[in-house]
Each structure stands twice: as C-alpha cells, then as structure tokens.
C-alpha cells in the first residue's frame, strides 16, 4: 500500500488520542504498541474486506488448513512488511522519538503451539496469502499458549502464558458466526417416511463456539486470508439441567490450554473434546458460508472447498464432514463418502508412534455418540468392500477400529485422497516402512511435500543486515522469489563480498552477545565460534550427544590447560513437555554443565555453553541471524524434516548433521562441501533395529573417552545432578542408549573437528556461508505452499491484475 510518512503520523497520533486519550509525549510503552496495532489493523482491514468480497464474488475453491497448533510469533513488524510500509513505519515513528524495535518487543508472542508443527502451519499462512492462494487456518484460540518457561536452579519451571492478558490487537471476535457444538448424550436412528434414517439426539452437552478472526496478509499484494481460532463459550439459553459450575468450568478449559496433560483419563477426554470442538465448528463454518453464499448445490461442495488435516488432531474431520452430509444436508451414505475423501487431504509429521494418536473406543462411544457410528460405519463398508480384493491381513493392519481402539492415522488416511510426508527421506519411510500396508493399498495416494520456511520473517525482519547486504549484491528480487539467491554463487570469488558476509554475522554475533549477558549475565565473545542447537527437547533430537561433545573440549582443556583452539560458544534454547521427565533431566545437567565450564577458571574463553530460557518464536529470530553452527543431529529416521536447518541455512550457518529428514536435501543444494555430515544412515539404523545388535555398554567400556565423559554424570565432577546424572548414565548404558548416541559419538568429534579447522580459514568458511545461503531458495514455504496448491487442493493463486 501506498502510504506517505505524514499520514502515518497523523493516522497513529489521531490513534493514541482516540484510544487512550494521550498523545506521544505521555503515552506508555503499551498504549503506543495498542495504537500502532490499531492503525495497521485499519490499514489491512479495507484490503481484507475487499478480498472476502472477491472471493464470494470469484466463487474459486479455497483451502482450509486444520490445525491443532499455529506458532505466529510477534504480528506487527510482518504486517507491516508484508503491507510494504515497514520502513515508512519504522521513520515516521523515529521523527516522533519512538524506536520501533522497541514497540515492537511489547507485543506478546503468540505461542498457540508447540514447535515444528505450529511454526510450519504459519509459515504456510504467510507463504498462502503471500503467493495469493487462498487457503485459510483453523484452530483454537488457547487462553494459555505453550508455557514460559524459567530456569531455576538450573531445573525447568513452567508458568502460565497469559498472552491475552493485553487485548490481542489482531483479531475479530465475530460472535454473530458462533456456531454450537454438542458432546454425550444418546443418538439413535429414525426411519422417515420416505425410508431414510435420520438420526436423533438427547441429552446432548451443548458448548458455544466463537470464532477470532485474524487476517493473514499478503507480502505486497492484495490477498488477505483468515486464520479462524474457536474459542468455547457457555450458550446463552443453556438447558437448567446443565446450569452448574462444573460445565462452566469444563466449557471454559475446552479453549484454555494447548495440550492438556494426558497422564489421566481426564486430561484425554480434554484433549479429544478440543479436537472435535474446532474440528465440528470449523466445518459447520465453512459449510454454511457455502450455503449461504449459493455457491453450488451441496452435491458440488468438493469442486469449492479442500479440507487440510495436519497431523492426526484433526482426523475428527473425515466422520464429521460425513455427519455434516448425511444428517444434516441429506445426501447418500456414497454420495456423502465420495465428496469427503476428495474434499480431505492429510499431512504425517512424525513416525513416533506417541504422535499416531489412538482413541479407546469406549470414550469416542461416549462422548461423540454419532461419530462413532460413522468411523464404525467407515471402517464396516470399506472391509466388506476390500474383503474380497485383498487379504485378510492388510484389511486387519489397516482398520480404523482394533483392539478396543480408534487410529486416527489410519481414519486419515483412508477418509483422504492424499498422504504427504514433509521430507523426502520422511516420504520414503512412510511408504516402505511407517505406512506400507496402506501404501500397498493407495499407492496413488502417497506423496512428498518437502518443508519451507517464510523467508519474509527469517531473513526480511530477523536478519536486517544481510537483506540488505543482499539488496545491494544482487538486487531485492530475492525479496518475491528466494531461488533469486542463487545470483549470489557469481560473489564466491569476490573478496570484498565475503568480508562483508563475515561483518553481518559478527554485528549479529555482537548483539546475541549483548543479549545473552542481558539474559544469562555471561560474557561471551563474538569472535568464537556460535554453535546453536535450539529445537524441542526430546531425546531423538540428541541434544545430548552435543552435550557430550562439549564435555569432551572441556576435558581435554582441562588435561591440557594451554590447548589451542577455536573459542566455541554452545548455545541451547529448547523447551521440554512438562511430563516428559527424562528430558527435564537433560535441561538441569545443561544448566549445571554451564555453570561447570563457564565458571572454570582454565577454561578461560575457550569454551562457553549459554542455555537461553524461553524458547519461542521471537528468541529464534534474535539467534538464528547470529549462528556460525545450527545443530541438527536427530539419529537418521527419527526427525520427520526439521524446518531451523533451513532457517539457519538462509541465515548463513553451515549445518552439522546427520542423514536425517530434510538435512539430506540441504546437503544436495548446497553441496558437500558446504555442510558437516556424520552418523549412521536410515538403513544403519534400521540394521541394528533389524538384527537387534547394537551394544551400548560394550562402547562405554572400550571407549576411554566415552567412558570418562559418562562416568562425568555419576561420579561428582558435574554437580547438583545427583538424580539426573544417574538417570541419564543408565538411559546410556544399562537401558542401551535408545538413539545410538554413543555409536555415533566418535563420528561426531571428527566432524566437528573437520568444522573448526574450516572456521580457521576464515575465507573458506565465508564462502561456505554464501554457498548456503545461495542455494537455500527451495526451501522458501511459497514453494511447498504452491506444491501443495497444485498437486493436493487443486487451488490458484489470484491474479493481481483482477
Ligand atoms: O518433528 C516434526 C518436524 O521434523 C517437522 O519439521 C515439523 C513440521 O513438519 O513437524 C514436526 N512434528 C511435530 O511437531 C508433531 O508431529
């Protein structure tokens, strides 16, 4: 948009004077982010109106995009990028005295997820609506997003993450499109009198879905999505009988909180009612705009609407959809079939099987009566359909309803017309491994969509420096389309291009610094190198393999006190699930480690480890522009794709990592060379599952360096572990070191003594740098976002010149 320094203050003062009744001299820190919000809520909402009406009028199929978890971060700085005003913005505020960045920092993150799952699903929304494509979120607005996490001593303490304490300046409460849920009570069928069955209901559990809109900008065009998040309310003519405290608290906690914990029965019902409560509402939604816009007969409706399902929670999608049909649109059971698996996509992000939700029956049965009819109906018809097809045993490995139990991988899959996988190496092991009875069964279903980043938030606003030294190197066409980098190949020569590639990083490195002993209060230098592992804390993903690399450099410093070598600063930032114990334990013997080495007086400034509290969003924005080193060291299988390694990538980082998800595509875009690879392979790895050979306590006994740094953990050299030290020796020894940490440990230090000799030749390293960052503009998510577009929901991008 088109927007003059002059009008944007006269629009944000007239904003502090008419919201807060103070003007620039008086207003706080608060008021000034609510003002400016507000003005660029006004700024979007015209463009956002206009493109609702465009697309009522167009009447072009559009997507929904079903998740359980979206991780936007801070809005403003994107909005007003994407609207192409950021610098206007940032100079107007500037000749009133106001620092933007500074403004920018009180807007709370918005963490409605958990890590890769919720990042990608909004990176997908700023690349749709960037791209043009008209595909739409659909979740839940938690009242407490992930937790914030504290460090006290040196132990994970979780606390609430009250985000909407503030007003969230985004979005729309339409409490005219709520829409009512029901749960429990009976159902039973009718015959109507012209021999249909229609089902009846009573006792139902009634709950008010409301939705929030917020619009999800375009990067300088005029397409404007909607991110609907539900939030459940108590109706307003609620039934006397359910008038009680106990419903009003459990309609309230349905929209409380990502995740509930689901060590108890309780916990699970929580979680499978969330999963029904957006599921149900977000399809009632769309349905009835379909209606109401007179769009086609319901007959048609697949021809308009695609329906994404991102990891099994919103599997509910495919029974609903088909309840949505039958009940209450009066279509045939195969009309009603045909029209949801053509309209139902679905995404697997995981092979780990604790993210292959399964249901007990009994408490589907319970609290969604009808819908378990559908699955058991689903499930029924297709075996009597397959039966005499295939054999018995594919139909039974391949059943939605077994052992007690409803798989909601397999309703996906079966209720869908695709199965993506996020990496090719990921894609792969669905169909040969993970998923091959069903790959047996659809083979036309399976494909790979290879994860992206939005580059517009993890280089435009992170990484200020290096756009801009891009800008000048090779014009801003990167800045619409990221493969543009590849010009930046011609600068591998080019002396002066690669030291000023080293002065970005190291500006960058300062200001890490400065932040670190802001937050940490340890003095790091930004002359070592940044070595970066932040990601969820699970035990795959061997954060704890890093540790013990570290471990390593310090004993040898420490049996050689002069010992040269390159300064390395290790930098953590992961969060670990609150029930998840054993990698609560590898958060404290991080800590204490730090302790141990930073206050170490032989250690000097050799080596530092930093465990920055708090991983999020926008702690990631502050340390990916900064990394020499992005960690990414999951034992090959196990990590679906991993979307920092692209982040880091395009920031300039050089990558240390195993086969695993989309490091091996990394690898082949930026070349050998360019990137540090160690470890077993996926067919190593699936060697020892298969002759069950690994032997972890035959490597602690005959690797002396092994042994010395495990004996670390138990014999009093890292203190305050005396719990956690012991727990995580025996995972390593006595339980067989279940992701082959120490098989892989020897390959490790090797590769990364291949890194710091690399760091030594400074020029070397800069063109490693530039090679990365060049080859880095596949993995931009406009190019999954349109891969997705065209090969699953057969949707188009809208065309500027309408
Ligand atoms: O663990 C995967 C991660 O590898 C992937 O990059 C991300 C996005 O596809 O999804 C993660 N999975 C989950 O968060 C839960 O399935």
Known sequence: MKLSKTQFRKDFEQSLTSEFA????????????????????????????????????????????????????????????????????????????????????????????????????????????????????????YRYGLFKQKIIDGYQVELPDSWLNNVNPWEVRRADKAIEVTFGGETWLEETEDGRLIPRYRNQERVLAVPYDTAMVGFENTRVNNMCLWRSEVPQDLDVKFQNMEYMRQTSMLSAELYPDDSNYDGRLLRLKQEYFFVSAGLQRIIRHYKSNKIAPIAQIADYIAVHINDTHPALCVPEFMRLLLDENGLSWEQAWDITVKVMSYTNHTILSEALEKWPEE????????????????????????????????IHKTRIVKDGQIHMANLAIIGSHSTNGVAKLHSDILKDVELHDFYQLYPERFNNKTNGIADRRWLQISNARLSKLLDEKIGKSWRHDLVKLEALKDFREDTETLKQLAAVKLENKKDLAALIKEKNGIEVNPEAIFDVQIKRLH?????????????KLYFDIKDQPDLEMVPRVFIFGAK???????????????????????????????????????????????????????????????????????????????????????????????????????????????????????????????????????????????????????????????????????????????????LENLYRDQRAWAQASLMNIATSGIFSSDRTIRQYAKDIWFIEEKSEEV
């Open 22 to 141: 103070t003007d620039v001299a008086k207003a706080g820190i608060t008021e000034t982010f609510a003002a400016l919000s507000s003005v660029v809520k006004q700024y979007y909402t015209q463009i956002w109106q206009g493109d609702n009406q465009y697309k009522d009028r167009s009447q072009k199929k559009q997507t929904y995009y079903f998740s359980i978890e979206f991780l936007p971060g801070k809005m403003l700085k994107s909005n007003l990028l994407n609207l192409g005003i950021l610098s206007t913005v940032r100079e107007g505020l500037q000749e009133l005295g106001i620092d933007l960045e500074k403004v920018a920092q009180v807007e709370p993150d918005m963490a409605i997820g958990n890590g890769g799952l919720g990042r990608l699903a909004s990176c997908f929304m700023d690349s749709a609506a960037s791209t043009g494509l008209p595909v739409n979120g659909n979740g839940i607005r």
């Open 363 to 394: 408490m589907v049965h319970t609290l969604l009566p009808r819908i378990y009819q559908i699955i058991n109906e689903i499930d029924k018809r297709r075996t009597d359909e397959l039966l005499p097809h295939v054999g018995a045993e594919l």
């Open 539 to 551: 035990a795959y993903k061997r954060q704890l393999l890093n540790v013990l690399h570290i471990l």
């Open 576 to 754: 670990a699930a609150p029930g998840y114990h054993y990698a609560k334990a590898i958060i404290k013997v991080i800590n204490e480690i730090a302790v141990m080495i930073n206050e170490d007086a032989v250690v000097k400034d050799r080596l530092k480890l930093v465990f920055m509290e708090n991983y999020n969003v926008s702690l990631a924005e502050a340390i990916i522009p900064a990394a020499d080193v992005g960690e990414q060291i999951s034992l090959a299988s196990k990590e679906a794709s991993g979307t920092s390694n692209m982040k880091f990538m395009l920031n300039g980082a050089l990558t240390m990592a195993t086969l695993d998800g989309a490091n091996i595509e990394i690898k082949e875009a930026c070349g050998d060379e360019n990137i540090f690879i160690f470890g077993l392979t996926k067919d190593e790895v699936y060697e020892y599952y298969k002759n069950g050979n690994y032997n972890a306590r035959d490597i602690y006994e005959q690797n002396p360096v092994v042994h010395r740094i495990l004996n670390a953990f138990i014999d009093g050299t890292i203190p305050n572990i005396t719990n956690e030290g012991p727990e995580i020796f025996e995972s390593l020894t006595a339980f067989n070191d279940e992701y082959f940490l120490l098989r892989d440990f020897n390959d490790y230090v090797r590769a990364q003594k291949d």
